[in-house]
């Protein structure tokens, strides 16, 4: 039986939602990534950064599009021991500025993918998955990057049996 890891950025506080910002005390991507652990069983990482992003949600994005611009690298408050015993990784992000949060790219760099099966799942408002998967595959050139399901955030908290499907599809 494969052994799968399902991790994942996501944002708490104030978020866009249709045309309004509203304040959340949980991520969107980390309500998916919950809903696809309840599903699969598997363990549930966290990326965090060291660094806060402001609270602020336009200040956010302003800060998320420099970090891009630049290429950055957030540092991250832990990392994992080892990936060495999953075979499959669901990775999930919102979608900013087209692609995953720098952060993501912190994570992804730091570890070897080699042969690992990665399932994309991102949370946006309108975009999907924007350039990321081509992005994730640069960066994970000898893994098996998969585009999986991109979810409006503003559905995501209802949005349980809808990944339950998708993961049943990909059996």
Not at 1 to 9: F, P, Q, R, S
Not at 76 to 103: H, N, Q
Not at 159 to 165: G, L, Q, Y
């Given at each position: 039986?494969?052994?799968?890891?399902?991790?994942?950025?996501?944002?708490?506080?104030?978020?866009?939602?249709?045309?309004?910002?509203?304040?959340?005390?949980?991520?969107?991507?980390?309500?998916?990534?919950?809903?696809?652990?309840?599903?699969?069983?598997?363990?549930?990482?966290?990326?965090?950064?060291?660094?806060?992003?402001?609270?602020?949600?336009?200040?956010?994005?302003?800060?998320?599009?420099?970090?891009?611009?630049?290429?950055?690298?957030?540092?991250?408050?832990?990392?994992?021991?080892?990936i060495d015993d999953y075979d499959i990784i669901f990775?999930?992000?919102?979608?900013?500025?087209?692609?995953?949060?720098?952060?993501?790219?912190?994570?992804?760099?730091?570890?070897?993918?080699?042969?690992?099966?990665?399932?994309?799942?991102?949370?946006?408002?309108?975009?999907?998955?924007?350039?990321?998967?081509?992005?994730?595959?640069?960066?994970?050139?000898?893994?098996?990057?998969?585009?999986?399901?991109?979810?409006?955030?503003?559905?995501?908290?209802?949005?349980?049996?809808?990944?339950?499907?998708?993961?049943?599809?990909?059996?």
């Amino acid at each position: 039986m494969a052994k799968i890891l399902i991790a994942y950025y996501s944002r708490r506080g104030q978020n866009y939602f249709s045309g309004t910002i509203k304040n959340i005390a949980e991520g969107n991507t980390e309500i998916v990534a919950k809903f696809i652990q309840k599903k699969t069983g598997g363990d549930l990482f966290r990326i965090d950064t060291v660094k806060t992003y402001p609270e602020d949600y336009t200040e956010c994005t302003e800060v998320a599009q420099v970090e891009l611009r630049e290429k950055a690298r957030p540092e991250l408050k832990r990392y994992l021991p080892s990936i060495d015993d999953y075979d499959i990784i669901f990775l999930g992000y919102p979608c900013w500025w087209g692609v995953e949060p720098m952060a993501v790219s912190t994570f992804l760099e730091h570890y070897d993918f080699s042969g690992k099966k990665i399932i994309l799942f991102t949370t946006h408002e309108g975009s999907g998955f924007g350039g990321s998967v081509g992005y994730t595959k640069k960066l994970c050139p000898t893994a098996n990057v998969i585009q999986g399901i991109a979810i409006h955030g503003s559905r995501a908290a209802s949005c349980e049996s809808e990944i339950a499907m998708w993961l049943d599809s990909l059996v």
